[in-house]
C-alpha cells in the first residue's frame, strides 16, 4: 500500500482545511486508517483513526469536536476536515494505514501501523 497524502497549506486561526490521503493498490477497504501529526521539536501523536469499513472512528482529545476523519472506499482515499484551527495544530501531518480483520476496529498506536504517506504541512497562524 502507498500513501500520497496531500492539503496542507497556510491558513489563519479558526480557518479549516480538509487533508486528503490517496492510497495505491487493490486492499484499500481492508485497511484501517489513520492520520498523526508531528510539530516542530515534539514526537509524532495520533490525531484520529478510521476502521476498514467507515463505520468507526477515534480521535485525540485535543482535536475531538473539530476534526472529522471519513473515507471513500471506492476512490482509495480517507480524508481529515479540520475546523476551528488553532495554532497548535500546525504540523507536519502524516497518513498511516494497516491491514485489519475486523471491519470495526479502530487502530490509535503508532507501532501498529505499517504503512505511511509522506506528510503534508499544515501552519496556522495566529
Known amino acids: 500500500v502507498q500513501l500520497q497524502a496531500c492539503g496542507g497549506g497556510l491558513v489563519q486561526a479558526g480557518g479549516s482545511l480538509r487533508l486528503s490521503c490517496a492510497a495505491s493498490g487493490r486492499f484499500f477497504s481492508s485497511v484501517a486508517m489513520g492520520w498523526f501529526r508531528q510539530a516542530p521539536g515534539k514526537e509524532r501523536e495520533f490525531v484520529a483513526g478510521?476502521?476498514?469499513?467507515?463505520?468507526?472512528?477515534y480521535y485525540a482529545d485535543s482535536v475531538k469536536g473539530r476534526f472529522t476523519i471519513s473515507r471513500d472506499n471506492a476512490k482509495n482515499t480517507v480524508f481529515l476536515q479540520m475546523n476551528s484551527l488553532r495554532p497548535e495544530d500546525t504540523a507536519v501531518y502524516y497518513c498511516?494505514?494497516?491491514?485489519?480483520?475486523?471491519?470495526?476496529?479502530?487502530?490509535?498506536?503508532?507501532?501498529?501501523?505499517?504503512?505511511w504517506g509522506q506528510g503534508t504541512l499544515v501552519t496556522v497562524s495566529s
Open positions: 498511516a494505514a494497516r491491514m485489519s480483520v475486523d471491519p470495526s476496529t479502530v487502530v490509535f498506536g503508532e507501532r501498529d501501523y505499517s504503512y
Open positions: 478510521i476502521s476498514r469499513s467507515g463505520g468507526s472512528t
